[in-house]
């Protein structure tokens, strides 16, 4: 629920991590004598280096770009969470609505649920508009229809208290957590 493309961070990280790698092993090499005394089986590094003034300048100037294109998309990136659920402004007036509003309302709303082990509720800005994730962990064989309206109902009784429509995804899951769960039976 982010505006980055997860895969193209995957790639840029890969890349910055092969250079980085490759950055590091060559200067261990150059400055390492033990480094450099494993690798002379198998090359031929120059004992010293001499690099032009220009070159410097160069180099110098290509860190720069790397840098500020790095601030760039670090201050650009997300977009996603906030911990913001709601604003209103009415005049001079503004009220703003804390995520910890929305966990305690669903938490008070699913917490006589039997088939749910826990709730989690994230906000994230998408578009402009505000809207809430909430992740549902239903007990292994619980009833995921039951849940759900115990979730409608959760959120109902959310858009009330706010007094606006929270844009809301539902996200039910199962797993680990949910099979460790204890089960308490009524006979």
Same mark, same amino acid.
């Given at each position: 629920?982010t505006?980055t493309?997860?895969?193209?961070?995957?790639?840029?990280?890969l890349?910055?991590?092969?250079v980085?790698?490759? $950055?590091? $092993?060559t200067?261990?090499a150059? +400055?390492?004598?033990p480094v450099?005394d494993?690798?002379?089986?198998?090359?031929?590094?120059? !004992? *010293?280096?001499? $690099?032009?003034?220009?070159?410097?300048?160069?180099i110098?100037? $290509?860190?720069?770009v790397?840098? /500020?294109?790095?601030?760039?998309v670090?201050?650009?990136?997300?977009?996603?969470?906030?911990?913001? =659920?709601?604003?209103?402004k009415?005049? !001079? #007036?503004?009220?703003?609505?804390? /995520?910890?509003l929305?966990?305690? /309302?669903?938490?008070h709303?699913? #917490?006589?649920?039997? #088939?749910?082990? =826990?709730?989690?509720? #994230?906000?994230?800005?998408v *578009? &402009?508009?505000?809207?809430?994730?909430?992740?549902?962990? +239903?007990?292994?064989?619980? !009833?995921?229809?039951?849940?759900?309206?115990?979730?409608?109902?959760?959120?109902?009784?959310? !858009?009330?208290?706010?007094? &606006? &429509?929270?844009?809301v995804?539902?996200?039910?899951?199962?797993g680990?957590?949910? =099979?460790?769960? *204890?089960?308490t039976?009524?006979?």
């Amino acid at each position: 629920m982010t505006t980055t493309n997860r895969t193209l961070n995957r790639i840029i990280l890969l890349l910055l991590g092969l250079v980085a790698v490759i $950055v590091g $092993v060559t200067i261990g090499a150059g +400055v390492l004598t033990p480094v450099r005394d494993a690798l002379q089986p198998y090359l031929t590094l120059p !004992d *010293k280096v001499s $690099v032009p003034a220009a070159s410097l300048w160069i180099i110098a100037a $290509v860190c720069a770009v790397v840098i /500020v294109l790095a601030l760039i998309v670090v201050f650009t990136r997300g977009g996603g969470g906030t911990s913001v =659920a709601a604003r209103t402004k009415t005049g !001079d #007036d503004q009220v703003t609505v804390n /995520v910890a509003l929305v966990r305690d /309302v669903i938490d008070h709303e699913l #917490d006589g649920v039997r #088939d749910v082990v =826990a709730a989690k509720v #994230d906000t994230y800005t998408v *578009k &402009q508009q505000r809207a809430a994730r909430i992740r549902v962990h +239903v007990r292994r064989g619980g !009833d995921a229809v039951t849940v759900l309206d115990a979730v409608d109902h959760a959120v109902s009784t959310l !858009d009330t208290t706010l007094g &606006q &429509q929270l844009p809301v995804l539902v996200h039910l899951t199962g797993g680990t957590r949910t =099979a460790l769960a *204890k089960t308490t039976r009524v006979h």
